[in-house]
């Protein structure tokens, strides 16, 4: 625990800090800050553009009395100030700092994007969003009592109906871009996937190493390279696919339960950004899986309930999309951004262990499910696309 100055470059004096939350809450008179305390958020994993986390608690002096208030202070910024910048090569740099976007999050909290959101889904309130620099801001929001839930399948169909509601909705159409032209499937062909994963996934030692070895055979990697081939080919079917508002990482990890919140509080919007229709079911399908919190043996079914309940919020906003078109975007988005990334590269240097032996298994699972259902769609004639060659 500390004062303000914990803050760092987002630190705020208790004049200023007072000045905000009377706007905040709309308290007339004046406001002082008689009590404030700051203690720093952890965090279990690596952010590419968040420099760190901080809860603000305190009392303040209005006209009517003390009031208490708890705030989260989140300070994002550009790729290029992170450590994991240094760790890529110099001749890339320019390209991996082009393709992480950073400034739609606080443009988002900045904007009106909250009373637009369709029910099953809200955000955080925005006490204020403050640019630092031209590559940082700090986002101050009103701190949330999250009730922490075991995620099942109620959830997952509620959470895409809601996913389905949003991307259908011409309310949030209107603000689903927040920072100019920015990142697409095409910027993360030619950035991430030309230069890191195609690479790994060519490389013979790869296969070879133990923890790969175990559960990705002959026959997936053959699957894998294949489709590697291809996509280029896919990227633009997808690119011609109809697009959607989408949050980019609608994993269960950024849609929050909060006491006295109907639905799911969202949070988390560095990807905000029209997507292939369907685009935001990969991630609430596998971005559990991915990190090794939950198992990968229920895809196929956990899938089906996501895609229904995804089309029924679409047609709930009386957004009509076909079937096959849907299910196909759904399967070549994920494939490009889940599938082909699925074998755990990052993990080969760590010593052995039952853990990470059953999340190879589950990751190599994620990429079976991932071509197989690349495999199983086709493109609709609607789509004005043909299958990927």
Sequence with gaps: MGGLEMLGTAAVGEDELAEMLAAHH?????????????????????????????????????????????????????????????TVPVDLREMAADSVPWRSEPLAYASDLADRLPPGLTMPRAVAVRELDEESSAIWLEELE????????????????????????????????????????????????????????????????????GSFDDPLRTRLLAVADRVAALTEEALALPHTPAHGDACPNNLLTVDGVDG?????????????????????????????????????????????????????????????????????????MTGLSSVPWEHLAAPPSTALERIARDRAAVARFCLDRLDATGAHPAAGVTMGA
């Design 26 to 86: 709309d308290w007339s008179g004046p406001v002082t800050v008689e009590q404030v305390e700051v203690a720093e958020v952890p965090y279990g994993l690596d952010a590419l553009t968040t420099a760190q986390r901080h809860v603000v608690r305190g009392r303040a002096r209005t006209p009517d009395g003390p009031r208490p208030f708890r705030l989260f202070v989140k300070v994002v910024q550009a790729f290029t100030r992170s450590p994991l910048y240094r």
């Design 146 to 213: 999250i009730r922490e839930v075991r995620w099942d399948r109620a959830c997952d169909e509620a959470a895409a109906l809601a996913l389905g509601r949003l991307a259908g909705s011409p309310r949030v159409a209107e603000r689903s871009r927040f920072d100019g032209e920015g990142w697409s499937l095409r910027t993360y062909l030619e950035g991430r996937m030309t230069h890191q994963i195609l690479p790994i996934l060519r490389d013979e030692a790869l296969w070879s190493h133990p923890l790969v070895a």
């Design 264 to 336: 799911f509080v969202l949070i988390d919007y560095g990807f905000w950004m029209p997507m292939p229709v369907g685009a935001d079911l990969g991630q609430l399908l596998v971005g559990e899986v991915q990190i090794g919190r939950a198992s990968a043996e229920d895809l196929a079914e956990r899938d089906e309930v996501l895609l229904s309940a995804y089309a029924r919020g679409l047609r709930a906003e009386g957004h009509e999309v076909d079937d096959a078109v849907l299910r196909r975007s759904h399967a070549v988005h994920m494939v490009l």
